[in-house]
């Protein structure tokens, strides 16, 4: 199984959302993050004094899926979130040890 | 039933003939009638606008909270709460009786502490015209609350507010205004003009706040040691925005309810605040726009501000073109003083030294150089040794008031405390318990910028300026 890290542009999120779905991954978690590479922030000004935003929101999406859809997940993010511009993002694959349903007390790739 | 008619018309002719033998009203007889409702109509009028301005306690509670962090906005809500509410009982008791007292030396006022003027079934005007008054002490001890936030102690703040309105304040206003009640002041015995309070309330009010600011020293992170301001942004803009509109919709009580009299002068006065507020606002923006290429919200915020205390001292005796004119200067010395004190590493998280002392000086220069009736050397003498004795009379005091709280129990807080927050170390609270209030990507990364009581020399800071 491997975990599925992805660090996407805010705007994009749903587009990838139902992208996913279309290739039958059904349950992902997201978080709001900050982050920054090569997209750098930007100027602003508060009451006369100016700084610099380095930290630009983002969205970190994490799937779980077994390895055999590993590859699929990757392709269709890839598609969907890419932009074209510096700061689509990046995308961390992450090996997974175990996975428990919490309700039923499954485990393994029949808990995902 | 037919004789109903008949009983119905012989009663109305009755009564007719029983009121035929009166007079015509003429106002002579009236009179006593007459000034009984144009005095319920001062009542009435004094006592709206005091709600009005007591109003203006949320718009400065909203601004306050807008322009500083989350982790301080449960203490801007205490120190806002507690200054109206101390303020009240302190000028109850003591404030009162020295602004408006019967004053021999023209210095102080002797008489009416605890509103001992008042008797049951006594002239109750002494109680509208004290709630009216109470507002505008709270107003004063208000606005140093901003210039003081996010680093001091609860305590000793709530021990400035007692004594700026049992003392700091009246006093001055007896100078000023003691003669409005059973009082007289040497100030306005010189013809000292200031309506609504430009000098007695707001400069009072910024000098007070110059002062703790002072000595208080800037948040940590502020200045860097290289000379550049870093920004502590506001946590909430839209809250500061409402709060200057609260503000501005509480002026037209604290101008046009000074008159205290519900007469036509009113008109004037509301037309006069309105067009300085905005035009304040206009070139605040205006002026914010050339100095860092974009318009900057919290300047043109404070810019109408400024533009209201600007026309607070000479509402009610400038022209509306004069306010337009006031406002509008009050507009861009806003603006350049927020700049001046950062660059002298003077932090007022919210602007109030520049919007009420400042301001409020020129807004008294203002009331005698577009006076109605012509203006003088004379006149812009005394408006000048007012200004000049408000600076030396609040700022000395405020100064000696703090030094001493300090020496006492501390007048910051430490730098953890800071550092984590006064809702938490000083309030056990948390204004946004369901939200996440760390914000880590702005400028400032903590640690501070070295000892935070050094006295810093004027610094040519790194400051936006495009001119």
């Known amino acids: ?112 | 039933m037919k004789y109903i008619p008949m009983i119905l018309i012989s009663i109305i002719c009755s009564l007719s003939a029983a009121w035929a033998g009166d007079e015509t009203p003429t106002v002579l007889t009236n009179k006593d009638a007459i000034g009984l409702v144009q005095s319920h109509a001062d009542y009435v009028w004094t006592l709206v606008c005091a709600v009005l301005v007591f109003f203006m306690q949320a718009g400065f509670a909203m601004v306050e909270a807008g322009f500083t962090r989350a982790k301080n906005a449960v203490n801007i809500m205490m120190k806002n709460l507690m200054d109206f509410s101390m303020g009240t009982i302190s000028f109850w008791a003591i404030g009162f009786g020295l602004m408006f007292g019967v004053s021999k030396t023209g210095f102080i006022g002797t008489t009416g502490f605890f509103l001992s003027d008042f008797e049951l079934g006594g002239d109750p005007w002494v109680l509208a015209f004290w709630m009216f008054q109470v507002v505008f002490a709270a107003t004063a001890a208000t606005i140093v609350s901003g210039a003081m936030a996010e680093r001091t102690k609860f305590t000793a703040y709530l021990i400035y507010t007692a004594c700026v309105t049992a003392f700091i304040y009246p006093i001055f206003g007896s100078w000023a205004w003691g003669s409005l009640f059973n009082g007289s002041g040497w100030l306005e015995g010189m013809g000292f003009i200031d309506f609504a309070g430009s000098t007695v309330v707001h400069s009072v009010g910024g000098w007070a706040a110059l002062a703790g600011a002072m000595i208080l020293g800037p948040r940590l992170g502020k200045y860097t040691k290289d000379g550049s301001v870093k920004p502590i942004l506001g946590h909430n803009i839209p809250l500061a925005a409402l709060g200057v509109f609260i503000l501005w919709v509480g002026w037209f009580g604290f101008n046009p309810g000074s008159t205290t009299a519900a007469t036509k002068d009113i008109a004037m006065i509301f037309v006069n605040t309105n067009l300085a507020a905005a035009a304040g606002a206009v070139l605040a923006m205006i002026v914010s726009w050339m100095k860092f290429g974009k318009p900057e919200v919290g300047m043109s915020l404070n810019g109408a501000l400024a533009g209201l205390v600007g026309i607070t001292a000479g509402c009610a005796n400038v022209t509306p073109a004069s306010a337009v004119i006031i406002g509008s200067v009050a507009g861009m010395l806003v603006v350049f003083s927020v700049l001046f004190f950062d660059k002298i590493r003077i932090d007022d998280p919210v602007g109030a030294i520049s919007v009420h002392g400042v301001c409020g000086a020129w807004g008294t220069l203002a009331a005698g150089i577009f006076n109605i009736g012509g203006t003088s050397l004379k006149i812009m003498s005394v408006q000048c040794i007012g200004i000049l004795a408000c600076f030396v009379w609040t700022f000395g005091t405020a100064y000696v008031l703090f030094k001493v709280i300090d020496a006492v129990m501390g007048l910051r807080v430490s730098p953890e405390e800071e550092l984590e927050g006064l809702d938490a170390t000083e309030h056990g609270g948390n204004a946004y318990p369901d939200f996440s209030t760390i914000n880590h990507a702005s400028g400032y990364t903590g640690g501070g910028s070295g000892s935070f009581k050094e006295t810093s020399p004027a610094y040519t800071g790194k400051l936006v300026d495009q001119s």
Do not use: W
């Not at chain 1, 982050?35 to 009451?47: A, D, I, N, W």
């Open chain 1, 1 to 112: 199984m491997k975990n599925i890290v992805a660090v996407i542009k805010p705007f994009k999120v749903d587009e990838v959302k139902d992208a996913l779905a279309s290739i039958n991954v059904n349950g992902m978690t997201i978080s709001e993050v900050k982050g920054f590479g090569r997209q750098k922030g930007h100027k602003e000004v508060y009451r006369g004094a100016e700084y610099q935003t380095d930290f630009v929101p983002k969205v970190e999406l994490r799937i779980c899926v077994d390895d055999s859809q590993a590859q699929a997940v990757v392709e269709t993010i890839v598609e969907t979130a890419k932009t074209g511009k510096i700061g689509d993002g990046k995308i961390f694959i992450l090996p997974v040890e175990e996975v428990v349903r919490i309700r039923t007390g499954e485990t393994g790739v029949s808990a995902l």
